[in-house]
T-cell receptor, first 117, second 110 residues
Framework: GAVVSQHPSRVICKSGTSVKIECRSLDFQATTMFWYRQFPKKSLMLMATSNEGSKATYEQGVEKDKFLINHASLTLSTLTVTSAHPEDSSFYIC?????????????FGPGTRLTVT | TQLLEQSPQFLSIQEGENLTVYCNSSSVFSSLQWYRQEPGEGPVLLVTVVTGGEVKKLKRLTFQFGDARKDSSLHITAAQPGDTGLYLCAGDRGANNLFFGTGTRLTVIP
């Protein structure tokens, strides 16, 4: 199946700093990527839909100025957590949509664990 | 608000037992997907069901989509320790925009 990578896999940062997380589709082009947030032992919550060459679409309650999304190419989307606070600590997962013979499928990255101290 | 409720939330069983996980919603989805997630990793797609009443089998796993396309079930026969993980259903809201269920954490004890 298709491969999606995330970098870094783990990051620890101080409160008030910004952190950038990269999501790459390694062997296919993705016009649409998705960013999710997952709290411990909980399900995935969609934060935003990232569209190549246009502005991201944010879910209700997600601050677009805090979680900056850039989808600069067909294989790369980035999520920047600005002025991070301890409550932003979470597991962030991206996915990339690929067209297959059976219809569109989302392939998920391995996730990035962010800890804000 | 669309809500996909999974039950049970937690399940701990002995190796060799059978189990069923349910995914229920009041909304209709164009398709529904099931994922399994290991700790510290992203979800891995198990199956996609599209047609109401559809049944799909993946080795010891049987997936069913409700006739009204509002609910789904996952049945595992003769569970193995390797089946341990977080099982997530996800409904397609259109344009492959997924809405995830609340999750079922399965532990299979050897």
């Amino acid at each position: 199946g298709a491969v999606v990578s995330q970098h870094p896999s783990r990051v620890i940062c101080k409160s008030g700093t910004s952190v950038k997380i990269e999501c790459r589709s390694l062997d296919f082009q993705a016009t649409t990527m998705f960013w999710y947030r997952q709290f411990p032992k909980k399900s995935l919550m969609l934060m935003a839909t990232s569209n190549e060459g246009s502005k991201a679409t944010y879910e209700q309650g997600v601050e677009k100025d805090k979680f900056l999304i850039n989808h600069a190419s067909l294989t790369l989307s980035t999520l920047t957590v600005t002025s991070a606070h301890p409550e932003d600590s979470s597991f962030y997962i991206c996915s990339a949509r690929a067209a297959t013979s059976g219809g569109a499928v989302q392939y998920f990255g391995p996730g990035t664990r962010l800890t804000v101290t | 608000t669309q809500l996909l409720e999974q039950s049970p939330q937690f399940l701990s069983i002995q190796e060799g037992e059978n189990l069923t996980v349910y995914c229920n919603s009041s909304s209709v989805f164009s398709s529904l997907q099931w994922y399994r997630q290991e700790p510290g990793e992203g979800p891995v797609l198990l199956v996609t069901v599209v047609t109401g009443g559809e049944v799909k089998k993946l080795k010891r796993l049987t997936f069913q989509f409700g006739d009204a396309r509002k609910d789904s079930s996952l049945h595992i026969t003769a569970a193995q320790p390797g089946d341990t993980g977080l099982y997530l259903c996800a409904g397609d809201r259109g344009a492959n925009n997924l809405f995830f269920g609340t999750g079922t954490r399965l532990t299979v004890i050897p």
